[in-house]
């Protein structure tokens, strides 16, 4: 069973920058791709980047391409989401998630707060 856990919410200023940490515990060796999602008041959940856990390979939603950076070291079973350039449109909840190989995404972390002020 993959445990996550998120940290370095916070509040930033508009252009500001902010970077997540999300650490992974139990059975990591299992995890073949994390991931970073956000869900922002009265919003649906939504798709904000992705790393695979053995070839690194990242993927961006379109939102926050050229902005955030996903990244992983292996060695701390840590991924990490550098934002930069926020905006209050990125005001939300950020969750860390972990997928095996074919599969959906199915551990969830508890989530942390990122809140952009204009």
């Known amino acids: 069973q993959v445990q996550l856990v998120e940290s370095g919410g916070g509040l930033v200023q508009a252009g500001g920058s902010l970077r997540l940490s999300c650490a992974a515990s139990g059975g990591t060796f299992t995890i073949y791709e994390l991931g970073w999602f956000r869900q922002a008041p009265g919003k649906e959940r939504e798709f904000v980047a992705a790393i695979r856990w053995s070839g690194g390979q990242t993927y961006y939603a379109d939102s926050v391409k050229g902005r955030f950076t996903i990244s992983r070291d292996n060695a701390k079973n840590t991924v990490y989401l550098q934002m930069n350039s926020l905006k209050p449109e990125d005001t939300a909840v950020y969750y860390c998630?972990?997928?095996?190989?074919?599969?959906?995404?199915?551990?969830w972390g508890q989530g942390t707060q990122v809140t952009v002020s204009s």
């Open positions: 998630a972990a997928r095996r190989f074919n599969a959906r995404y199915d551990y």
